[in-house]
């Protein structure tokens, strides 16, 4: 049924995470995953080769403290990476303390619908905050999985504490696409 769907895809997106993530750390180039995993559907599994190698590509700032590589690059919201939208990696950068008075480092208020997020913390912290109370931070080796579902609005900051002393920071960000029966459920 629709729970046990939901499940597979989670499952998925988690699995198919966890090995672009692994690839970051260990090689130059990335790799188009969706179709390189092995899947557990029932009692059958599935098991894909690599597509393609895509280079890396250049790097973009997002708002003024996240500096990210899109690193599905074209092939970003398209059919190719499906149920994935987006994924950027922000590699290791040094950022130094903030000055008396100066404002944190990040993107403001934006909104989000029809997808979650998934944002893990390597090095450094991100404040969140959103408009139905969330309110954390994502500290090293943090994972934090959001669901904009209907629609939610939130900021991301490097976070207090990190601000005032500087430091290291490293990060990715993955969107991945709701299927169409759940893309009104209630922000999380």
């Known amino acids: 049924g629709a729970t046990t769907m ?7 997106a988690k699995t198919i995470l966890f090995i672009l993530v692994l ?7 990335l790799y188009s995953f969706t179709n390189a995993v092995s899947i557990k559907m029932s ?3 599935v098991l894909r080769s690599v597509k393609q190698i895509l280079p890396a590509t250049p790097k973009h700032w997002v708002g003024d ?3 990210v590589h899109p690193v599905f690059a074209n092939k970003a919201f398209t059919e190719e990476v499906s149920p994935f939208l987006m994924f950027d990696y922000a590699p290791p950068k040094h950022f130094p303390a903030l000055k008396e008075g100066q404002e944190p480092r990040g993107v403001g208020q934006h909104p989000h619908r029809g997808f979650e ?7 450094g912290e991100v404040e969140h905050a959103d408009s139905v109370g969330n309110r ?3 500290k090293a080796g943090d994972v934090q999985w959001m669901t904009a579902g ?3 609005i939130h900021q991301e900051f490097h976070s207090e504490e990190f601000s005032k002393k500087g430091g290291d920071f490293e990060m990715c960000q993955l969107w991945v696409n709701l299927p169409k029966e759940h893309k009104m459920v209630k922000p999380t």
């Open 23 to 29: 690839s970051l750390h260990q090689i130059n180039h």
């Open 136 to 138: 954390d931070t994502i």
């Open 117 to 123: 997020t998934v944002t893990i913390a390597f090095k």
């Open 65 to 67: 403290g996240f500096n």
């Open 43 to 45: 009692t059958n599994s």
């Open 150 to 152: 209907r629609g939610i």
């Open 6 to 12: 939901k499940t597979v895809f989670i499952n998925t």
